[in-house]
């Protein structure tokens, strides 16, 4: 005890040790973790730039390649949830003034949008009804008219259920020269995505829906289109800890410390990517989308209303109307009470209207889906 000064214990608390519920979580996120995910989180952490610890760098950034099925050298887990990776994505590569076009369907373009405005970019939006999808046409008119540098766009919105066809997207970008963001946080290791098939030049996801692992890492991918641009660009990135110019120096050959890396985390994520390489991403989608596919049939077996059409519905987020009279915010907490099931509410313009039920890596479980159902058909009111 210092002479001067005496300790002030008004926030001392005497607590016990943490004691967590168990949840099934089947909501819109995070999504339980795999048990293996979840060992290897617990290990002692071994120092960021030990040889060890680099060459887990290295198996990580391979396997979030063959995840998004891309050969981008700029593949890496931004330290951060996937907000800093979008974040990320934007402040790398934005200038101000530059033309940002945003594909808005749901609540996490209108994020995107934000964001980028953030980063004063002259930003423009086209809108779809939360609930649909763009149409190449819809994209092509506006890439016509407003010649964007960047056009961002969420491939599966978590806010609506609503997957995004890509086909073609890639191709319009290229001929009216823009480079394509896509979010991929609600899809990447559950539903298809073929980043450089796509030609897609920015991409961004998270580490706690289809990869199994806590919140905490937002991998990130740039390609080499997007690269240039930033190499172009006049001034320094905008924002020190996420500047991919300085954390390529601690990625690449030269491992230069930039900050001390979440070292757990990337334990857990390398073991994640490392269940999905091992079941394989056309049995990682399958398996998302059967299982899903049995939710669907049994909700609508039920009498339930899907919220998303068919031909566009996100194995992962399914959106289920609450039907008339039902209090659908009561339902949830009985769920999370009585069952310990998370089953999330809506977002945005969906507030209120409808249930999000996610089905997301280790979760996506045919059990799973049996048990939920069978909630939902003996105490739903
Ligand atoms: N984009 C989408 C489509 C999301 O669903 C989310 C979160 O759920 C985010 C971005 C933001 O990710 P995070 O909450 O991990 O920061």
């Known amino acids: 005890m210092s002479a001067l000064h005496t300790v002030n214990n008004a926030h001392r608390r005497a607590l016990g040790p943490i004691a967590t519920p168990d949840r099934l979580l089947l909501g819109p996120g995070p999504s339980n973790a795999h048990p293996t995910v979840l060992q290897a989180l617990s290990r002692n952490p071994i120092g960021h730039l030990d040889p060890l610890y680099v060459e887990l760098?290295?198996?990580?950034?391979?396997?979030?390649?063959?995840?998004?099925?891309?050969?981008?050298?700029?593949?890496?887990?931004?330290?951060?949830?996937?907000?800093?990776?979008?974040?990320?994505?934007?402040?790398?590569?934005l200038e101000p003034g530059d033309k940002v076009l945003i594909a808005v369907k749901g609540y996490f373009g209108l994020?995107?949008?934000?964001?980028?405005?953030?980063?004063?970019?002259?930003?423009?939006?086209?809108?779809?009804?939360?609930?649909?999808?763009?149409?190449?046409?819809?994209?092509?008119?506006?890439?016509?008219?407003?010649?964007?540098?960047?056009?961002?766009?969420?491939?599966?919105?978590?806010?609506?259920?609503?997957?995004?066809?890509?086909?073609?997207?890639?191709?319009?970008?290229?001929q009216y020269g823009c480079l394509l963001l896509l979010d991929t946080v609600t899809?990447?290791?559950?539903?298809p995505v073929h980043l450089d098939d796509w030609q897609v030049d920015?991409?961004?996801?998270?580490?706690?829906?289809?990869l199994s692992c806590p919140p905490g890492l937002g991998p990130f991918t740039m390609g080499p289109r997007a690269e240039a641009k930033m190499?172009?660009?006049?001034?320094?990135?905008?924002?020190?800890?996420?500047?991919?110019?300085?954390?390529?120096?601690?990625?690449?050959t030269d491992r230069v410390y930039?900050?001390?890396?979440?070292?757990?985390?990337?334990?857990?994520?390398?073991?994640?990517?490392?269940?999905?390489?091992e079941e394989g991403l056309e049995h990682a989608w399958a398996r998302h989308r059967r299982n899903a596919e049995s939710l669907w049939a049994g909700l609508e077996a039920l009498g339930l209303e899907l919220h998303a059409p068919e031909h566009l519905r996100l194995p992962t987020l399914t959106t289920v109307r609450i039907p008339e009279g039902v209090d659908g915010k009561a339902f949830t907490l009985h769920l999370l009470n009585k069952h310990g099931i998370e089953v999330g509410g809506g977002l945005g313009a969906l507030a209120g209207k409808v249930w999000r039920i996610g089905l997301m890596g280790y979760n996506s479980r045919a059990e799973n889906v049996e048990l939920l159902l069978e909630l939902f058909r003996t105490e739903l009111p």
């Open 258 to 277: 930039h900050h001390t890396a979440p070292v757990n985390m990337n334990f857990g994520m390398r073991e994640a990517l490392r269940l999905l390489a």
């Open 202 to 210: 920015l991409a961004y996801s998270c580490s706690q829906k289809g």
């Open 57 to 93: 760098m290295g198996e990580v950034q391979e396997l979030l390649r063959y995840a998004w099925q891309t050969d981008n050298r700029l593949t890496i887990p931004m330290s951060g949830t996937g907000s800093a990776a979008m974040e990320a994505a934007l402040a790398n590569t």
């Open 111 to 174: 994020r995107l949008a934000d964001m980028a405005g953030r980063y004063r970019a002259d930003v423009v939006t086209i809108e779809r009804p939360w609930g649909e999808a763009f149409t190449l046409e819809e994209i092509e008119a506006a890439l016509r008219e407003h010649r964007p540098a960047i056009l961002g766009m969420v491939h599966a919105e978590t806010s609506t259920g609503i997957l995004q066809p890509m086909e073609g997207v890639g191709e319009l970008c290229r």
């Open 231 to 252: 190499e172009a660009r006049r001034g320094k990135v905008p924002n020190w800890y996420l500047d991919v110019t300085l954390l390529n120096q601690y990625w690449g």
């Open 187 to 191: 899809s990447l290791g559950a539903v």
